[in-house]
């Protein structure tokens, strides 16, 4: 049963740029620069977001834990990162785009890994010492939250 729990969170990290894609169709330009909400990100800057967190943390910390015996893994200041990379005129699909090309990349890397590999650990200052199997529903959980939030919950 692990196994197969470890095969569909493998899947569901790596259709969620997918799922991204499929609800941002519906938006045009000014709505996808809108705030979601009064005081909230656009949905631009919500995909954005998501995919820097990924491609800056969640994936690297993936990499590391399976490459090195029980690494340090570094903070991520996704606040500063957006501050000094966001473009709101970098196209919504260039950022899909490079989001699935990375998901798929660290997906297939995990997915190839044998099974102990799951119980490696990488300690990060926040979140203490944990297991690959936790970064990886970590960063599944941190794109759900942000879909969520795309639906205007």
Do not use: C, N
């Amino acid at each position: 049963m692990l196994d197969e729990y470890r095969r569909e969170l493998v899947e569901r990290y790596r259709r969620q740029p997918a799922a991204y894609r499929e609800r941002l169709k519906a938006l045009d330009e000014a709505a996808l620069h809108s705030p979601i909400k009064p005081g909230e990100w656009s949905a631009h800057q919500v995909i954005f977001h998501v995919s820097a967190v990924d491609e800056q943390a969640y994936g690297p910390r993936l990499l590391r834990i399976l490459r090195e015996d029980r690494p340090e893994l570094e903070d991520f200041d996704s606040d500063r990162w957006m501050a000094d990379h966001y473009g709101p005129g970098e196209p919504s699909q260039v950022i899909l785009d490079r989001w699935q090309s990375a998901r798929q990349a660290y997906a297939d890397e995990v997915a190839a890994a044998p099974r102990e590999a799951w119980s490696r650990t990488g300690r990060q200052p926040y979140w203490g010492e944990r297991t690959l199997q936790w970064w990886v529903e970590r960063a599944v959980a941190h794109a759900e939250e942000h879909q969520r939030q795309l639906e205007g919950e």
